[in-house]
């Protein structure tokens, strides 16, 4: 007949949205990154010591090295969150932008298409592992006071990330995430 809607035609696509603007995300990280840094640091004194941070700000060798790891590591933690989500979701680099907002000083990866919440959490989880969690381990494990360095400046660096892995934590694995075009954190789609 014609006039009638189906149950089909009814559905309508709803927008759940789980981001919060930049400002206030660069605060509430710090919920995430302080304790993150803070708990290995600790073991790591309690392992170590102090005299391997001593030297990192005693050689001017030792600082170059340091700020130009940092610098380039920001670059490979964007990198990072686009190469994960381009594998998780089988996307093509395309897809993906890269930016930097002035005002509150944040780097970003954008994803520009919306994808399964698993992949987008293996995205979003993918840099604090490779360049903070994985360091942390190593730097424990060798006595590296440099490698410490260098992974806890990533893992809290990764504070946003966590934010936003908290802010989906109960979306399901197979719900459609897409990225919030301006502020952290991403929407969820479903039809209704």
């Not at 392992?47 to 600082?63: A, K, M, N, P, Y």
Request: with cysteine; aromatic share 12%; proline share 4%.
């Amino acid at each position: 007949m014609h006039g009638e809607n189906t149950a089909e035609d009814a559905k309508t696509e709803q927008i759940d949205d789980r981001s919060i603007s930049l400002l206030r995300a660069n605060f509430m990280m710090l919920y995430f990154a302080v304790p993150a840094t803070i708990l290995p640091a600790a073991l790591w004194y309690w392992v170590w010591g102090l005299d391997g941070i001593e030297r990192l700000f005693t050689q001017s060798g030792i600082r170059l090295w340091m700020f130009l790891a940092l610098a380039g590591g920001i670059v490979v933690h964007e990198a990072l969150h686009a190469f994960a989500w381009a594998r998780a979701a089988r996307l093509p680099f395309s897809s993906i932008r890269f930016g930097f907002h002035w005002k509150t000083i944040t780097p970003y990866a954008h994803c520009s298409i919306a994808i399964r919440a698993r992949a987008y959490r293996i995205g979003a989880v993918t840099p604090l592992l490779a360049m903070g969690v994985l360091p942390v381990l190593l730097a424990i494990a060798t006595g590296s006071a440099a490698v410490l360095a260098f992974g806890l400046f990533f893992t809290f660096a990764a504070g946003g990330d966590m934010l936003i892995l908290w802010l989906i934590r109960d979306i399901p694995s197979n719900a459609m995430v897409e990225d919030h075009p301006t502020r952290a954190g991403c929407m969820i789609r479903s039809l209704e």
